[in-house]
């Protein structure tokens, strides 16, 4: 009797629990999907070690998640949106050979299926985010869909992941990927002149990365077959590591059930740069892991679009990365959509409202 009781209890504490977090979280205009979704990643479990097994079913399972980017409402009427057809666009599958290793590094271009009348396009290389550690081009695909509609050819980068390959290998693929970009440009019927670099996340991180070791290797007298960089287009980056220690901030405010939490974020870090986030990073490798955390210059940098969630633990990386910016003398602007968290920006099904917003804003 008294196990049963003591079981009663602790099921109603739960459900109490559970209440008031989807009270506290409708407040803030979150839809039942997106708050249930906060609620599952936060209680997710994350091994020190992952094992190929480990890692084989979280990658399969978030695939999942993101391969139907249809709201519920649009399955049950059997409508979709004009740019998500396939017959929309066209797909140019290639593979970028590594100039590190020789890997194949699988890309893919979309293309608007309307002709051009001639009229060079502009180009966005875009890299996925998912820690490091997750997603694919087909991850992100509707994104690329979107952006093609209107009239912006994308490439989505395939780029090796975390923690079976650690810094420096993504930032190598990504720019192999930039320079393939910049090379096929007018093949693909683009403007080198109009080359954007962009990404979420990770894949923010990777994208400033890239365009940082563009830039030094010309300083350093270095070709890196890539012209101008037209401009960069980071929502929600993550560039520091030391923010994910400090005991105030956006990772102290929304340190959990807003779907990423500090300890994700601080588990990320480490399958990427194999270290803890309190262990020591040589400076000349951190310039391109968490360039705030230096004293880098980030001068002759192009023009920046940061877009940052308003309840995300990045909140605070891609406001002082807009504040280093502006004052190197880069031009950079920065969109807050409001009522968002970490992950909207590409996961359309959860909050079509939300990624429509993070979507225009990114054309525009």
């Known amino acids: 009797m008294g196990a049963g009781i003591a079981a009663f209890a602790t099921a109603a504490a ?11 979280t409708r407040k803030l205009g979150f ?8 609620l599952a990643l936060t209680s997710e479990e994350l091994p020190d070690e992952p094992t190929e097994e480990w890692l084989e079913e979280q990658r399969e399972a978030r695939a999942m998640r993101t391969a139907d980017v249809f709201t519920p409402l649009e399955e049950l009427r059997g409508v979709c949106p004009e740019w998500a ?15 590190v290793d020789a890997w194949h590094l699988p890309v893919r271009a979309y293309l608007p299926r309307v002709a051009s009348n001639d009229e060079l396009l502009p180009m966005c290389v875009f890299f996925h985010g998912g820690g490091w550690v997750h997603g694919g081009e087909g991850s992100h695909d509707h994104i690329a869909r979107y952006f093609a509609a209107h009239r912006i050819v994308t490439v989505m ?8 390959h650690e810094y420096p290998v993504p930032v190598n693929d990504c720019v192999d990927a930039v320079k393939w970009a910049a090379r096929n440009a007018s093949e693909l019927g683009c403007d080198p002149r109009k080359l954007v670099v962009a990404g979420d996340g990770a894949g923010a991180n990777l994208a400033f990365a890239a ?14 077959g890539v012209g101008a960089i037209a401009s960069l287009l980071l929502a929600y980056p993550c560039v520091s590591r030391e ?3 400090l005991p105030d901030g956006s990772y102290e405010t929304y340190a959990s059930g807003y779907g990423l939490t500090r300890e994700r974020m601080s ?3 480490e399958q990427y740069t194999g270290k803890k986030t309190t262990e020591r990073i040589a400076q000349d490798e951190l310039r391109y892991i968490a360039p705030i955390d230096t004293r880098t210059s980030l001068h002759a940098l192009p023009p920046t679009m940061v877009m940052l969630a308003d309840h995300d633990v990045l909140f605070d990386d891609g406001k002082q990365l807009a504040g280093r910016l502006r004052a190197a003398g880069v031009h950079c602007t920065v969109e807050v959509v409001p009522y968002t968290l970490h992950g909207l920006y590409c996961n359309r099904r959860l909050d079509a409202h939300a990624w429509e917003v993070f979507m225009e804003k990114s054309v525009k």
């Open 14 to 24: 739960a459900t109490t629990a559970l209440v008031v977090y989807l009270r506290r």
């Open 31 to 38: 839809s039942l999907g997106v708050r249930l979704e906060m």
């Open 85 to 99: 057809l396939r017959q929309a666009t066209i797909m140019c599958d290639d593979v970028v050979r590594s100039t």
């Open 157 to 164: 980068v395939d780029y090796r992941l975390a923690p079976e």
């Open 211 to 224: 365009c940082l070791r563009v830039r030094d290797a010309k300083f350093d007298g270095f070709a890196e």
């Open 243 to 245: 923010l994910v220690t």
């Open 267 to 269: 588990w990320f870090w």
